[in-house]
């Protein structure tokens, strides 16, 4: 594909997911995509059935789910890759599945890529990166990261927890 091309396609996704047209989005799909997003605690989503469940169930969480395309995308010279930035803003009002977390209402921006691998003219592979901990951050309205006594003592508890339990039960090779 050509930088053009691949521009178009990147538009007519961005657009049906803003419009909350997931056909239309999934049209933008190979049949076997595989989108891995630290949102999908359960793993990867592969196949466009798993894609439509995963962008449902995020969508029901955040109705006003925006996604906004940033400059510069970048597209490699073979044209079958390209890193996309962008910025969300979202307000998490309805449960997020399969997990269950309770709604926030609390409104959370965010900045990320997402690389693209693509094969015959549709999405084959999407890498979502981003910083959860922000993410974490606005949607609790809980600082984690920096001052003492926040949430960061909980999340260092809980490292704590594992990293005993790993010292335990791994077995390090001579």
């Excluded at 999908?40 to 592969?46: C, I, K, Q, S, Y």
């Amino acid at each position: 594909m050509n930088e053009v091309e691949i521009r178009a396609l990147i538009d007519g996704m961005v657009s049906a997911w803003n419009s909350r047209d997931v056909e239309r989005f999934l049209c933008h799909l190979a049949e076997e995509v595989v989108w891995d997003d630290p949102a999908m605690l359960d793993g990867p989503a592969v196949g466009r059935a798993a894609v439509r469940a995963f962008s449902e169930n995020l969508l029901r969480a955040f109705p006003d789910f925006a996604y906004q395309v940033r400059e510069p995308i970048c597209v490699a010279r073979s044209g079958t890759r390209c890193v996309v930035p962008w910025e969300i803003t979202a307000t998490h009002t309805g449960y997020l599945e399969p997990f269950g977390f309770a709604p926030t209402r609390q409104v959370i921006r965010m900045h990320g890529v997402d690389v693209l691998e693509l094969e015959g003219g549709k999405v084959a592979r999407i890498d979502t990166l981003f910083n959860v901990l922000p993410a974490m951050e606005q949607a609790l309205r809980m600082e984690i990261r920096s001052k003492r006594g926040s949430g960061r003592a909980l999340l260092v508890c809980l490292q704590r927890c594992r990293a005993w339990w790993l010292r335990r039960t791994t077995k390090v090779k001579p």
